[in-house]
């Protein structure tokens, strides 16, 4: 997806953070990391699983502001930093405009941190790029390290890993945003798995989510009215459709050798996340209700 040279990405919020301090994840470690290399680019809840992570060792990272480095869309399209620098304005555009075919409530912009190799967070402990992008609710703030989009191109991905599957990234860890500050998450069961799960019913959300705000994404706009993308062409949806792919449950026990059991999934599979993405760019935010379908149906 490509953004509009001339439009203003200055106003971001996206900040880069200095290398973070060591992990102490204590007892269990080795096993709360085999969880996020299943769970890449899928981003979920920190919380329960590295709340015994480390936060009191040295100071927080220190964070420099992209506006800088950043000014306009054809500095998004050249560079992986000010890329997600020009989604953190497209997609708080589009949540500012549609968030009330969520939530009733009033809707608040996350903070967006890039990190290198290792980061802290005041609500979810601390991680490493093997995490992958995620979400943490209790600081209500979406981290990425850009490394992970040249993993997206390796096995067992294998993806083409382009600008808008690296855009999709952003925008579904937003919509786990979306589901923090509305309430979705939090009346969620999120210990559970299975093919019709709440945990496949979270992640199929913030797929669909993704979805719409793509849908929309040519529509969203800078501090001066000017819009911010070009509509995707079919190769970039096709693009982010194989990312989604690529991160399904079952590919991933395929390719690490294990037998498909959907009775572990907590993602949901190939084609259910290509699926809901797409319900999400046909029919917007609104057609994202995962948790009122039939597990059938899911």
Known sequence: MTFNPDSDISGSNVRK????????????????VAVF????????????????????????????????????????????ECRMAGAGVSIDDFWADNYSLVSSGEYRTPQFALFEASTTT???GGASSATGPFYCPGDETI?????????????????TGGP???????????GHHIQAISGIMESANRTGTGADSDSVRI????????????????????????????????AEIADALDAAAAVGDDRIQAGSGQGVNSEAWTH????QRQRWFNAGREGGPANCDTFSVDGSQL
């Open 37 to 80: 290399l299943i769970a890449q680019f899928t981003g979920i809840d920190l919380s329960g699983f590295v709340g015994g992570g480390d936060t009191s060792g040295g100071s927080a990272p220190l964070t420099t502001s992209l506006s800088e480095k950043c000014k306009t869309g054809e500095d998004a399209n050249e560079n992986i």
């Open 122 to 124: 005041q609500g979810c």
């Open 203 to 234: 992640e199929l959300q913030a797929d669909c989510f993704a979805g719409a705000w793509v849908a929309g994404a040519s529509q969203t706009e800078d501090s001066s009215g000017r819009t911010l993308l070009e509509e995707p062409s079919a």
């Open 17 to 32: 953070r200095g290398r973070g301090t060591a992990i102490g994840v204590g007892g269990g470690g080795l096993a709360v």
């Open 268 to 271: 949901g599979s190939s084609e």
């Open 164 to 174: 808008l599957a690296q855009l999709y990234i952003a925008a579904h860890e937003w």
């Open 143 to 159: 981290y990425i390290d850009t490394s992970f989009f040249s993993q997206l191109q390796q096995p067992p991905f294998d993806t």
